[in-house]
């Protein structure tokens, strides 16, 4: 996306900036390659920082109950593809995904001195297939250690510890690729790419120094991480609490009513809560993506059980509209039962479950799945498996394979093989059988009624228990890295964000609407723990309310020190059929439901302790959530840290189209020392109407010694009373900004997302003014290297 809801600069200054960005990249080929010998600076006139920072490296992964310690000075900045003129030239030309040329390629970043390169995204066309941008090069304190084709790297082809799920190519993301392998350095950094890649986006941290810094080394495969990460949504992610107890509570609850859950007295930390509600139905739609066998064919695939386990059961889901479906199933070589789908069902999904008896699983923590066709009308399908361990007497969900084209990584890390394989399909819209009453029932309970939760006399924590958990459009399956919602047989709502405090906790279910909460249980685990003057007390954050013209949607508007560490984000577009065609803008797909996802053209803009310049401005919502292309038109995914779990489309109390997407942020989350302002726009120049809510995840203020100022409500007033928070408008409050630490290609903004091309691939031009026509940066960056070649 591209910033033209700031107040532009005059045609003429745009044209001068224009062609000084055009001028200073034909200058580097005309006067050959600019020298390597050390890191250009970023932030030439960047602060010092003087106090702490956050985990550095792996450690941000093994130790996320540090996530509530505040990061003092640290800071976090993001280069990216944006439009430097206000345009919508975010990639499509690549003219200004370039920092500079070097006889590598395209430096895509680079910064001098101690930090962490902490996320890397990309996409480009054909819906996120990044072969064409070649190698990736990253330099770390003058070394190079990482140089091999980008399409490798997120594929996973190189191994460890670039492997699924730190790094994700375009199936496993739904049309995006992103590598989150954190990658600390001393002394600098580079990222070069061979060829202009486009569309891309780099996080990086900057540390107030280097002790205690280790330089990232690239033969540590952090197996430890990986076999972590490969649990996400299933199990909690944290070290295990020594002196964890839960405290449980059974309930009902009448409209408008509250109730207690638990009553903490600190010190302490609360590990976990999770929510069970019998009476919601799961959203009917489920867009997913899977494999068939024929006759002598089968699959083999390994899943994770509690080793405590009393027994367990297998759940498949299937296409039901083949008929007849028998298979025979194995656990580690014994049978255990047969898949049966019985007559066709067309439209529909259907599931079976097997109960396996402790005698096959006790004691283990992973068993083999073996399934081998029996017969069919036409062949045996399968989408996804889950496994649920009973364990006290209670199903608790321990794994789950989410198949196909869609999911390669997925696949990979369990194992999975497929015989006689007759059937492959990467997108397939199925319900299941519903009551549109219930459904309507479920998603207004899951909207209405909250978590609230006070800590040591403050609260902090107010947000519906959808979306707080992952969801806002009813319930959809989420496998997050810090929360879950299992839409299954006794399906859990889990969050594992550490809240510390010091004093005492209340923990109460809020019922807000107008639907009675029968026969629903909570659950808070929590445990002794120490706290200081550095921890921050966990928020999350809630608003919901149209769209305002001309002014980014805000996650958060807080004052004082604080982390942000990400977003659930929900979107109700209000683009009729047709109008998304009303400002001629041409789009990838030339569909209703893409046209009306002309929301999805928002950037995210996040502006840390007051400064007028954001130091995050992306170039799409999607690619905000790590995706590409409209979330790939509409394929759902999850993965820990960002992820699409829903979309609706005219039906199930959407309107038009609306979108649901989390991104988690551990290892860029974007720490601020006096405020934060994070927002995103909607629509190419915040113009597009429409329905959002959000919840946003950060810790702030102190649990001992002073208090800082946490943030102020958020404005609930008519849309004209609300603050901008656009650029040219920054908050009167706002102390004055920093001096300004950008390179002379500033690394972001907001350019038009991917997904501003027609169906034939004709780049959206629309913002670009006096009829210019950028120049082949490509040709450039190969001349460049040419150039050098001869020279060498």
């Not at 330089?215 to 949504?233: E, S, Y």
């Not at 084209?405 to 199925?430: C, M, W």
């Not at 399906?491 to 019922?511: D, I, L, Q, R």
């Not at 928070?725 to 903004?749: F, I, Q, V």
Request: charged content about 20%; glycine content about 10%.
């Amino acid at each position: 996306m591209r910033d033209r809801s700031a107040t532009p600069p005059g045609n003429g200054r745009r044209r001068a900036r224009r062609l000084g960005a055009y001028l200073g990249i034909a200058s580097l080929a005309a006067a050959a390659v600019v020298a390597d010998a050390g890191f250009s600076s970023v932030r030439a006139n960047a602060q010092p920082p003087t106090a702490s920072r956050g985990p550095v490296g792996w450690d941000t992964y093994r130790n996320l109950g540090a996530m509530a310690q505040l990061r003092g000075d640290e800071q976090s900045f993001q280069f990216s593809s944006y439009d430097r003129t206000g345009g919508n030239n975010d990639g499509f030309h690549g003219t200004y995904s370039c920092i500079r040329i070097s006889y590598r390629g395209c430096v895509i970043a680079e910064h001098d001195g101690a930090g962490e390169i902490s996320s890397i995204w990309s996409t480009r066309e054909p819906w996120g297939d990044v072969t064409a941008t070649g190698n990736i090069v990253v330099e770390l304190d003058g070394r190079v250690v990482l140089d091999a084709p980008l399409i490798d790297v997120v594929s996973g082809r190189i191994g460890a510890p670039f492997s699924w799920p730190l790094v994700a190519n375009a199936d496993d993301a739904a049309g995006g690729v992103s590598i989150k392998v954190p990658m600390p350095y001393r002394k600098g950094m580079r990222v070069t790419v061979q060829h202009n890649p486009y569309f891309y986006h780099v996080d990086y941290r900057v540390f107030p120094n280097a002790d205690g810094v280790q330089t990232f080394k690239r033969n540590d495969p952090a197996t430890d991480v990986l076999d972590r990460l490969h649990r996400f949504g299933v199990a909690d992610p944290k070290p295990a609490a020594s002196g964890a107890t839960p405290t449980r509570r059974d309930f009902d609850l009448a409209p408008g009513a509250s109730t207690t859950i638990a009553e903490l007295a600190g010190p302490q930390q609360i590990s976990q809560l999770r929510v069970r509600l019998p009476q919601v139905a799961a959203s009917p739609q489920v867009v997913d993506d899977g494999y068939a066998y024929g006759q002598a064919g089968g699959s083999r695939f390994t899943m994770r059980v509690d080793p405590n386990n009393q027994g367990i059961r297998l759940i498949r889901r299937h296409d039901a509209q083949i008929a007849d479906q028998v298979a025979d199933v194995f656990v580690d070589g014994r049978p255990v039962g047969q898949w049966r789908s019985g007559p066709a069902r067309p439209g529909q999904w259907g599931v079976e479950i097997i109960e396996v008896p402790a005698a096959v699983t006790a004691g283990k923590s992973q068993v083999e799945i073996a399934n081998r066709f029996v017969s069919s009308s036409v062949d045996v399908n399968e989408f996804r498996y889950d496994v649920h361990s009973r364990v006290g007497g209670e199903w608790v969900r321990t794994d789950v394979l989410d198949l196909g084209p869609a999911h390669p990584g997925e696949q990979s890390a369990h194992g999975y093989r497929i015989d006689n394989q007759v059937f492959a399909r990467f997108k397939l819209t199925g319900r299941y059988p519903s009551d549109p009453r219930q459904v309507a029932a479920s998603d207004e309970l899951l909207a209405t009624a909250r978590i609230r939760i006070s800590f040591d006399g403050q609260t902090t924590v107010d947000a519906p228990i959808g979306e707080f958990f992952g969801t806002g459009l009813g319930e959809y399956d989420v496998r997050a890295l810090m929360s879950s919602v299992d839409p299954g047989l006794d399906g859990w709502y889990t969050s594992w964000w550490p809240m510390p405090f010091s004093k005492n906790a209340v923990v109460e279910v809020v019922n807000g609407g107008g639907v009675p909460i029968t026969g629903a249980t909570a659950e808070v685990t929590s445990a002794p723990a120490q706290v200081d003057g550095n921890t921050g007390y966990f928020h999350a954050t809630h608003r919901q309310a149209q769209t305002v013209p001309g002014q980014d949607w805000t996650f958060l508007d807080a004052q004082g020190a604080g982390t942000f560490y990400g977003v659930t984000h929900t979107m109700r577009g209000l683009i009729p059929p047709g109008a998304a065609q009303r400002n001629n803008q041409p789009h990838s797909l030339q569909t209703l439901a893409v046209n009306q996802r002309n929301y999805l053209e928002g950037d995210e803009r996040f502006y840390v302790d007051g400064s007028a310049e954001p130091a995050w401005h992306g170039t799409g919502t999607e690619d905000f959530y790590e995706s590409g292309w409209y979330f790939r038109d509409g394929t759902t995914f999850s993965m820990p840290q960002n992820g699409n779990p829903s979309h609706e489309i005219g039906n199930d109390g959407c309107q038009y189209d609306c979108t649901g997407a989390y991104r988690i942020m551990v290892n860029d989350a974007v720490p601020f020392r006096t405020g934060l302002r994070a927002g995103i726009e909607h629509g190419p120049v915040n113009d597009e109407p429409g329905i959002y809510s959000s919840t946003t995840y950060w810790y702030g203020g102190r649990v001992q010694g002073r208090q800082l100022p946490t943030a102020p409500p958020l404005p609930t007033q008519p849309p004209e009373t609300q603050p901008s928070a656009t650029p040219s408008a920054p908050r009167p409050s706002a102390p004055p900004s920093a001096p300004e630490t950008r390179p002379s290609a500033p690394p972001t903004s907001t350019a038009p997302s991917e997904s501003g091309t027609s169906e034939a691939g004709t780049p959206d031009t629309t913002g670009q003014d006096d009829g210019e026509q950028p120049p082949d940066i490509q040709q450039v960056v190969d001349g460049v290297i040419r150039q050098h070649q001869r020279n060498d």
